[in-house]
């Protein structure tokens, strides 16, 4: 299981975002430098992150925003913004297992019931860590 490289993305640029957004205007390429990631991929992002209502941008002038205080964001909401397809499969399932098998036959109904509890708890987790957390968490790194 791994989960996709997103989710640290989105939520590095969102703290680049909420540290930096009274400072300068913040764009794309200025977010991709920061993250070592190509400019659309960066963009791909934040077009979820809006459309989620986590950050706003600025059409024409430019520029990207936090649309909630850093405490109403969970990484809940973050991981769910820009992995919507991964929340019903947060540990997959390998494909194909043998019908003929003992137990590739029944594999699927046995670690559902598991991944289901694994993935309660972890949703719960993320739904309890607040962007407001990792930034400080972040400043309290950096001062060090």
Do not use: W
Not at 29 to 52: D, F, H, K, M
Not at 67 to 76: F, G, M, R, T, V
Not at 105 to 114: D, H, M, Q, T, Y
Not at 117 to 138: C, V
């Amino acid at each position: 299981m791994r989960i996709n490289i997103k989710f640290s993305v989105a939520l590095h640029c969102l703290v680049f975002i909420a540290e930096k957004q009274e400072h300068i205007k913040i764009t794309s390429a200025i977010l991709a430098e920061s993250a070592g990631c190509n400019p659309a991929v960066i963009r791909r992002i934040l077009n979820t992150l809006q459309s989620a209502g986590i950050i706003t941008t600025l059409r024409g002038v430019g520029g990207n925003y936090l649309a909630k205080e850093p405490n109403a964001i969970s990484l809940y909401d973050v991981y769910a913004a820009v992995e919507p397809e991964n929340l019903p499969h947060f540990i997959g399932i390998h494909a194909n297992p043998s019908e003929h098998c003992p137990v590739g036959a029944n594999i699927e109904n046995v670690l559902l019931s598991a991944y289901d509890e694994i993935e309660k708890a972890a949703f719960d987790k993320m739904k309890s860590i607040s962007l407001q957390q990792i930034i400080e968490k972040h400043c309290a790194t950096i001062e060090k």
